[in-house]
């Protein structure tokens, strides 16, 4: 259901899942249904429409779950801190990284749009994550990432964090010119890196 989008009747199916199942037993297939999306995605059989909707159904399921899964502490495999660098607003491809990252039961500390090097610096320094993630959707935007991760050079925090970087206008190529640990095509390949760098 999560795979497919299904997302108004999710909610009643898995109320009635909790009657009988573990609610990490049904998060489990959850966090299945959306690595199913992420496939599809990849392959080229899912638009990001269909990948959006998947997301959405996944976040609606959870909610009913939440209750149950505060009862149990969850184990994280990792705290990711995100954002989408200055001078951009644009949101959904770190979304669906966020999303996808929850599901993998990461930690997510999402600090929004239109982040300064000043603004990550603070949260690595409060929160200290293993990764922080850089989106960015324009060309423009992009140049963004270098000085971010200069700043953080600067501010001594490099050797503490793993930085990853994403969006349309970025490749490989520019990820590695800049100074980034790694870099991803979409959200299941950034779950894949992210996982990578932990280890």
Known sequence: MV???????I?????????????????????????LAGDRFQKGEY?????????ETFKEAVEVLKPKLGERKTDYVGKFLIGTVKGDIHDIGKNLVSIMLEGARFEVIDLGIDISA?????????????IVGLSALLTTTMLEMEGIIKAIGEANLRNKVKIMVGGAPVSERYASSIGADSYSNDASEAVEKAIGLLK
């Open 3 to 9: 795979a497919d989008g299904e997302l108004y009747t």
């Open 11 to 35: 909610e009643d199916v898995v109320s009635q899942a909790l009657k009988a199942r573990e609610a990490f037993d049904i998060l489990d297939e959850l966090i299945a249904g959306l690595q």
């Open 47 to 55: 638009f990001v429409v269909d990948m959006l909707q998947a997301s």
């Open 118 to 130: 000043d603004q990550f610096i603070k949260a690595i320094k409060k929160y200290e994550p293993q």
